[in-house]
């Protein structure tokens, strides 16, 4: 038998799609939807709790239930390519590589911070709850809902080179700061993995708590000694940005297989 609140997902979600609420577009009130489509308040929750895990919705006690703008547009995807960037010195990554003109979402941060999480503290090569210089923003193009946070923490050992450069400089500047005293060139590597957020995150990137994230951590690594110089964290909501990997060939499956004939068959 199939369920009323799955019925009226589907209507709400077709009138999203179709434009009649735009994103960031607060929805009528659970109880105004009860009436328009004859049911009870607990049919229109499931229906509206089936569209958060969805991406459609966000639903926020007080503050009601907005359009997502993940929805409304195609996913990013990102790729593996770090580039200069064009509008200063310094890298994009590959969330942030294609030519849409990002914002910040918020106050920049950049100031000395406790690193408390073991996992991220070991990537660095320094113990938990040591003192390390802390960069956060959160950034996303323009006229949309947050799409990432970030936040980076710097070695002791090159806090100093960077310390006094502002929260918020264009894109990657602060590593050619870090390579020009010595570091070049810096190399990364990427660790991903789907988990839920925080409340806090959820807040920032305007999603519910119940849908996903992924957590990128990049790890620079300095050319001069092969050791860490920062740690990036950043994370995305699940809806919004697809990874894109090319897959190689090994040396030994660069040629045909032999045909069947051929392979000692007597």
């Known amino acids: 038998m199939y369920s009323r609140y799955l019925d009226i997902a589907s209507r709400i979600r077709e009138r999203i799609e179709a434009g009649e609420w735009l994103p960031g577009a607060r929805l009528p009130t659970l109880n105004d939807l009860a009436a328009e489509y004859d049911a009870n308040r607990d049919t229109i929750g499931r229906a509206i709790a089936l569209l958060e895990t969805e991406g459609y919705v966000w639903a926020v006690q007080g503050r009601g239930i907005a359009v997502r703008y993940g929805t409304m547009r195609p996913r990013r995807p990102r790729g593996d390519l770090v580039k200069r960037n064009e509008q200063a010195t310094g890298y994009s990554f590959p969330s942030a590589s294609s030519q849409e003109v990002w914002v910040r979402h918020g106050e920049a941060v ?6 408390d999480n073991p996992r991220v503290a070991k990537l660095l090569g320094v113990d938990p709850g040591t003192e390390v210089l802390r960069r956060f923003r959160v950034t996303g193009p323009a006229s949309e809902a947050p799409f990432q946070i970030n936040v980076s923490w710097i070695h002791p050992r090159v806090a100093d080179i960077v310390a006094d450069l502002d929260a918020k400089p264009a894109a990657g500047e602060w590593l050619h700061h870090i390579e020009n005293a010595g570091h070049w060139p ?7 993995r789907a988990r839920m957020p925080s409340k806090d995150e959820a807040a920032l990137l305007e999603i519910p708590t ?3 994230v992924l957590e990128i951590v990049r790890v620079g690594t300095s050319g001069a000694d092969n050791k860490p110089v920062e740690v990036t964290e950043y994370v995305v909501a699940s809806d919004r940005v697809e990874t894109v990997h090319v897959l190689h060939r090994a040396d030994n499956a660069q040629q045909p297989w032999p045909d069947s004939g051929s392979r000692g068959d007597s």
């Open 110 to 115: 950049s100031a000395p911070a406790r690193l």
């Open 186 to 192: 810096i190399s990364w590597m990427e660790i991903h």
């Open 210 to 212: 119940n849908l996903p």
